[in-house]
């Protein structure tokens, strides 16, 4: 289970009004299957697939705590290539000479980063397109 569907879950808990919330009643509250709320909050307690009776509000410091501990972990920042650091490269072999060489000598030690190697990607697929492009339809006739 997301973040997300733990969130729907609570607020939905939390929006109804009955004092003891089975999985049927919080279908009918959401518009899913009890079958597809139980198998999804069984993470939190296991027996609910077999018991229909179980009081879902009992959940709810379980659900808060996921959220919270979903909530803490915080991802890498995606490194993004603007435009502007493609168009300082005329081609991949321009690329290569301002990168990785040395006196005009290539040196293969020189180690490329993340952000480098996306350059690298789009000068690639940009030359690519234009080999593509250049080519001229040739089609086989068929006897």
């Not at 049927?24 to 509250?29: G, K, T």
């Not at 501990?69 to 920042?77: D, F, G, H, I, L």
């Not at 480098?116 to 080519?135: G, I, S, T």
């Amino acid at each position: 289970m997301n973040k997300t569907t733990a969130k729907k879950y609570l607020s939905a808990i939390h929006g109804s009004k009955r004092k003891h919330l089975t999985c049927e009643a919080l279908s009918l509250h959401m518009g899913i299957y009890p079958e597809i709320i139980a198998s999804e909050l069984s993470e939190f307690e296991p027996m609910l697939a077999m018991d229909p009776t179980y009081n879902l509000r009992e959940l709810v410091p379980a659900l808060e705590k996921y959220i919270e501990e979903q909530s803490k972990e915080k991802k890498e920042p995606r490194i993004a290539v603007k435009k502007a650091d493609i168009d300082q490269y005329k081609s991949v072999a321009d690329f290569v000479y301002n990168k990785m060489t040395i006196g005009g000598l290539v040196d293969r030690n020189i180690p490329l980063d993340e952000k480098d190697l996306k350059v690298l990607r789009h000068l690639v697929n940009q030359e690519l397109e234009a080999l593509k492009n250049d080519k001229p339809n040739k089609k086989k006739k068929r006897k």
